[in-house]
């Protein structure tokens, strides 16, 4: 089986039935990866990118996971509350949380009632009014910039990169804070042309405070095998060390904080 | 710069006429804000010195455990010579024998259990030692005098298990400062002053209390004497800072030469003696180097105490621990951290010395604690995996003293004023299964509880179970409360703790420590009774051997109040049955939910629950979720143990928590903040304690493989700290299928 057709018509549904629910694929009540301090992490279920190197292919599917009640969720972030500090609280990554923008500003405005910090991990692919009320409602976006070059990121994801260097514009535009994150894959980002003209892009945005690169690994590989799809990076190499030094060492020229992850 | 310590006056006040340490602490205490960087390396006296010991240690565990033992003196205070690690780098001297590392014979908790300890290791207990037995008695024997066949019955099936009738029971903490601020003479004045109290009428209580005072003042005697062989005038206040340090060590020492109770701990001495520490820097006697490594070679010494222990004692308490627990932190009630530069010393020691089980070091977890000591701390559990948390806001509000130390692993001990008698635990999953098999042990078939109906046949019934169930736990109350009685009628007369006892006020509070094991498997097994369809499965003899579990039901560990508020009602349950009984001494009652290392030893004993464990499988430790059953993240996890009620177990609730080190983020400084956080979170939740483990299981495996590449490996078990090398087998195993947390 290839990929999961692109699923436009079910996207939409997605983020308009059901408004009390939404479509996730697990929590994690303990991340300390996306985002800053201990967070609740909701992996919500469906995204429209179909990038080479998924980890999590198991979220792609708009019509996989469970649907769980929002109110449900706000219940058990509150109970979660005082492992936040004064850092953490709530994001909500995927699959692609947009697919869900509207149930998510109700989520994110219940969290914000009682006093929890919301973070969004975002490809960025839509780009509408909804989105942009969810963003306000969202101290910090994660936001992936998969390839700067849009003919690579065609091949990386199946779509253009345009929406999500939009998105990047409009958070910029609203003065809001957002971390950016970039997959290191050997081969498929590494360009040193590349990676310098994406961080050049970015480097005088005001509203990013840090950067992350995360290497690529094959700890998704099984994953792949279990839904019986065809892993296209299937025995491809995570980036030598030499590798995250060089893309580390690009990106620190134009931003104050780069984090390997 | 003055050198001089009588320019820096100690601020006088009650302390100086009557016996009040604490009014000493609260009036010269100088609480530290700031963060670790003033902290010294090892000193090269110091290096030399743990050198020596490090290949002495690895010869004892080449031994199989146990460098020498002394089998022809029975050991007090001045029993022996002088012992020396290597005398001219030695600024803290003292050693329990003449020898480092050699353990001695302390045969009044139970003669038979020395002798077994010694044969053990292929050497015979002398006959002059064995003579005395023949006409003076033991702890040991007096207990079984006054056991009755109930006891005996609850004893051999396990039910009620490490009950100390045949060793020392350990936990009496000896405020050890004394020592130091007072001197012997004065101490012994004040004891004579309680005596002379004691008069008119005699009274059972009042004849005890008269030979008690006694026994203590041989004791401070005997104190001088043991310090006068090593060059040492104790009957007199310290003078300077390693002074106090040093008199402090022989107050512990002393105790360590006598008893050999279970746990020994320390108390809270390190914020006592940065007084002295401070006062000495100030006026300039000595340097920052010179005060780490004075608690340096203090904590070293701490490392050495050894008991003598037969193998089937490691069964309970793995590792040979010792349980030198030292509190360190916490708050006074007028809102002051006592969190010191010497607090921070501690934790150093760590870095100086390597990581170590020993001593148990202790942080009084506040949510005002300085942040700089916050970082420290978990910074350290990072790096060692050696220090546990407890909770002392809940603590302090709930038991009232500012002025505590925890006694064995995890529990509250309010310093000289109070003490605790150790009650050892029972089973519980083992006292559900008696209720399920109409009062009979399920796996002998031995009826040791009697009108226990029987259950009708076919699928349990939620509320007919918890019917029998306490009824059992009410029979188990009831004797259990009678063991405790006669154990430490009988400790006290047998082997009463004279060097402790006289460090501590005279006819002090007593707190009687109760034990319970296998909540979890508890919570789960009615839980599977209460949610999906269980069925027992019985053998020829009507003896349940399995359970068909049908459905789907929750379990402890995953934040679900449905099961979680079972924990509780049985855990509270329990202890008001145990408060409705005697107790020896007017003790007051308390519960731990703690199983030290032998939630392996309660599994293999124990036939298998209702919960789906199988007969043999290790219980969980302490309060834990069962291994793996905890699927719903870490916070899920800790929340569920949160709920237990501290006023129902004030002899601690230990939760021991894994996590590999990538889990907590991203960067060191992310890990620190996100450790940090975290034990803010769990206990602003009201929770009581914490084992932090920051480990690889990938490590565990591998010094499981080749322990001579870990030898100072340490890692937090229940309510204390191992070697992990030290471990046998199958607590190693058990270690390793722990759950830890990881994240997606």
Known sequence: ?261 | MIKDVTAVPFKSGDWNTTMNVYDFVVKNIRPYQGDASFLSGISAKTNRLWDVVKKELLKERAKGGVLAIDTETISNMTAFAPGYIKKEDEVIVGLQTDQLLKRAMKPFGGIKLVESAVKEKGLTVSERVIDIFNYAKNHNEGVFNAYDSEIRAFRSKHVLTGLPDNYARGRIIGDFRRLALYGADQLIKFKKADLNKVGGEMTEHKVRLREEINSQISALKDMITMAAAYGCDVSRPAENAREAVQWVYFAYLAAVKEQDGAAMSLGNVSSFLDIFIERDLKAGLITEEEAQEIIDQFVMKLRLVRHLRPGSYDEIFGGDPTWVTEAIGGTLHDGRTKVTKTSFRFLQTLYNLGSSPEPNLTVLWADGLPEGFKRFCAQVSIDTSSIQYENDDLMRGTRGSDDYGIACCVSYQEIGKSIQHFGARANLPKALLIALNGGKEEIDGVEVIKNIPALPEGPLEYNQVMGVFKQTLTELARVYAKAMFIIHYMHDKYYYERAQMALVDTDPRIDIAYGAAGISIIADSLSAIKYAKVTPIRDERGLTVDYKIEGEYPKYGNDDDRVDNIAKEITHFFITELRKHNTYKGSKPTLSLLTITSNVMYGSNTGATPDGRKKGEPFAPGANPMHGRDCSGAIASLNSVCKLDYRDAQDGISNTFSMIPKSLGDTREEQVNNLVTTMNGYFNKMAHHLNVNVLNRETLMDAYEHPENYPQLTIRVSGYAVNFVRLSRAHQLEVITRTFHESM
């Open chain 1, 1 to 261: 089986m290839l990929y999961f057709p692109l699923q436009d018509l079910e996207a939409a549904a997605l983020n308009l039935d059901d408004p009390e629910h939404l479509r996730i694929h697990s929590l994690e009540t303990f991340g300390t990866h996306d985002g800053p301090g201990v967070r609740m992490v909701v992996f919500v279920q469906g995204c429209q990118f179909r990038c080479v190197y998924c980890q999590n292919p198991d979220t792609l599917d708009v019509h996989g996971g469970m649907l769980i009640g929002i109110d449900e969720l706000v219940k058990r972030a509150d109970r979660q509350r005082s492992y936040f500090g004064k850092d953490g609280g709530v994001t909500v990554s995927g699959g692609e949380p947009l697919l869900q923008r509207n149930k998510l500003t109700t989520f994110f405005k219940a969290l914000h009632a009682i006093g929890i910090n919301t973070c969004l991990d975002s490809n960025g692919r839509l780009n509408d009014a909804a989105t942009h009320e969810l963003l306000e409602h969202t101290d910090l976006l994660l936001l992936d910039v998969k390839h700067i070059n849009d003919e690579w990121h065609h091949k990386l994801t199946g779509l253009t990169n345009k929406n999500t260097l939009d998105l990047a514009a409009h958070r910029e535009s609203t003065g809001k804070r957002m971390w950016l994150r970039y997959v290191l894959v050997p081969g498929w980002t590494d360009q040193p042309e590349f990676l310098e003209e994406w961080a050049k892009h970015f480097t005088r945005y005001k509203t990013v405070d840090r950067v992350e690169i995360i290497p690529f690994h094959q700890l998704g590989s099984h994953k792949w095998d279990l839904l019986k799809m065809n892993y296209p990076l299937k025995g491809l190499e995570g980036p030598t060390l030499e590798g995250k030094k060089a893309a580390v060492h690009t990106f620190n020229k134009y931003f104050n904080n780069v984090v390997l992850k």
